[in-house]
């Protein structure tokens, strides 16, 4: 492979861009390579270019050349990697369509329905995206036929289904939920205190005390951990635990029995960020109703038992209603605009390095992992995950959403879904994977692929009766009036001109 061209479509999500341009300028295995930054937004595409030249400078990066552009196929031109963090409309366009979905009764807006209930997960109204993603899509297939689509915006579920059906390009989804595998080391980790230390750490753990991690970081032999966990983007499932050849199974049930109340107690003092759920009530309900462990985001989603309105939500997610509730999601949108603020007025304060205020250390994201493996032809199924202890890492599996082909029984071929995988030159290898329980096949993974293929139907084939059918299973329905009202509302809404063409 000759000098490498790396896109970023959708630079303009200035945080995620800034870590991943980063992680790549860190990489001392890539070199001579070119990156190109590409977004509509003017003001976003400058800073994040700014950012990426500064950094390269400072860490002395002169085989590397940083490129903007307001043109999406320029970007995508002869690339080898095309990296799509893009969303349409921002989260305000969302936001307006999930108040006039409130409006007429459907809390928290139509998309949310049984095991999707993550706020910036849009499949039925998510036709503006849908459209977005083919188009970058087929740019690649023109432009670049040989190059890696790697796509991180979501619904990653329904997109990666989507695009690996409809065109032929070299496709990858990630997301970083399946990191969620920490929790479970996390209740290891405190239950191994107990037995070995003779200490109980569950207070400092669940307010998140920086000698829990200490202790437990220092107590386990990584090597001898391994975690297991296939299904569908957001919706995946602890199947293997295990430490040192023992079902570490064994660990969690003693903790449920012993420490979660006192857990809880404490965390519900303490929890300051509406996105520390993975050990929550809802999660352990989870796996009592289920009989598997939810990982990372499969958690917000479940039944309407966890989702019907604050109260509920607060029950089991927390006082903050974790991060998919009107308190959880205002939080997480102001943060957003304050880490982009940040971020711009580090960027351009000239007079401190970028390098202080953002170290040169890994971010613990797998997307440079991957596309190192695949250029240097390095052979990849782990790779070290950063912890809170400089010096210390923990090995994380290389998990990415691509079409089943056989791996997840149960699953058709042609459906995305989250797997391990070994990445080489060669591209992606998937691994063999533990078949999931047959309650959730039938009470999960079933409805959640069923919510997917009529997304995916709604949008290639087009038609009002695609949302109607949508709604009218809805549990907040209450009449055809409201459906039809709501469905109305959204499609008048400034700026659905399109779809509502599309869903006339």
Not at 199 to 216: F, G, N, P, Q, V
Not at 433 to 459: C, D, G, S
């Amino acid at each position: 492979m000759g000098k490498l061209k790396i896109a970023f479509i959708g630079a303009g999500s200035a945080a995620w861009s800034s870590t991943i341009v980063k992680d790549l300028l860190i990489n001392k295995d890539l070199k001579d390579f070119d990156i190109w930054l590409m977004d509509i937004n003017e003001r976003r595409l400058n800073l994040i270019y700014t950012f990426s030249k500064r950094y390269a400078e400072e860490l002395k990066r002169s085989d590397v050349n940083i490129f903007k552009t307001l043109d999406r196929r320029e970007a995508i031109k002869d690339a080898d990697f095309v990296i799509n963090s893009a969303m349409y409309g921002g989260h305000s366009y969302y936001e307006r369509m999930r108040e006039i979905s409130e409006r007429y009764g459907y809390y928290r807006g139509i998309n949310s329905v049984e095991w999707n209930y993550v706020s910036d997960y849009h499949t039925i109204w998510g036709y503006y995206q849908f459209k977005l993603m083919m188009s970058i899509a087929r740019d690649v297939e023109e432009l670049a036929p040989d190059a890696w689509l790697i796509n991180v915006a979501n619904p990653v579920f329904e997109l990666s289904t989507l695009v690996t059906r409809e065109t032929k390009v070299k496709y990858i989804g990630l997301c970083h939920g399946h990191l969620g595998f920490r929790a479970a080391i996390e209740v290891l980790g405190m239950r191994l205190a107990k037995e070995k230390l003779g200490r109980d750490i569950t207070a400092l753990c669940a307010s998140h005390d920086i000698e829990c991690y200490k202790t437990i970081l220092n107590l386990i032999d990584f090597r001898e951990v391994e975690v297991e966990m296939p299904g569908f983007n957001h919706v995946i499932w602890l199947t293997k635990f295990r430490y040192r050849g023992e079902n570490a199974y064994r660990y969690i049930d003693e903790w449920i029995k012993e420490d979660a109340e006192r857990y809880w107690d404490v965390w519900r003092e303490f929890v300051v960020n509406p996105f520390d759920v993975e050990l929550s009530p809802a999660v352990i309900d989870m796996y009592k109703t289920y009989g598997l462990l939810p990982i990372g985001d499969t958690c917000r989603g479940g039944t309407w038992k966890y989702h019907w309105d604050l109260k509920t939500k607060q029950y089991w997610y927390g006082p903050y209603g974790g991060p998919d509730s009107e308190i959880g999601w205002g939080m997480y949108i102001a943060g957003q605009r304050r880490r982009l603020a940040e971020l711009e007025q580090d960027v351009y304060n000239f007079s401190i390095p970028l390098v202080q205020k953002y170290p040169p250390r890994p971010s613990g994201e797998s997307l440079v992992h991957i596309i190192d493996s695949i250029v240097n032809n390095k052979p990849k199924e782990i790779y070290d995950l950063p912890t809170p202890i400089p010096g210390i890492a923990i090995q994380a599996p290389i998990y990415v959403n691509i079409p089943n082909n056989g791996v997840l029984p149960g699953i058709p071929d042609n459906v995305a879904v989250e797997i391990p995988v070994k990445v080489d030159g060669k591209g992606i290898h998937r691994k063999p994977v533990t078949p999931l329980p047959k309650k959730i096949m039938n009470y999960v993974m079933i409805p959640r692929l069923m919510r997917a293929e009529w997304a995916i139907q709604a949008f290639l084939e087009g038609g009002r009766d695609h949302l109607f059918n949508w709604l009218i299973v809805d549990v907040r329905t209450k009449s055809t009036q409201q459906v039809n009202e709501v469905i109305d509302a959204i499609l008048k809404m400034p700026g659905n001109e399109k779809m509502a063409k599309h869903f006339s």
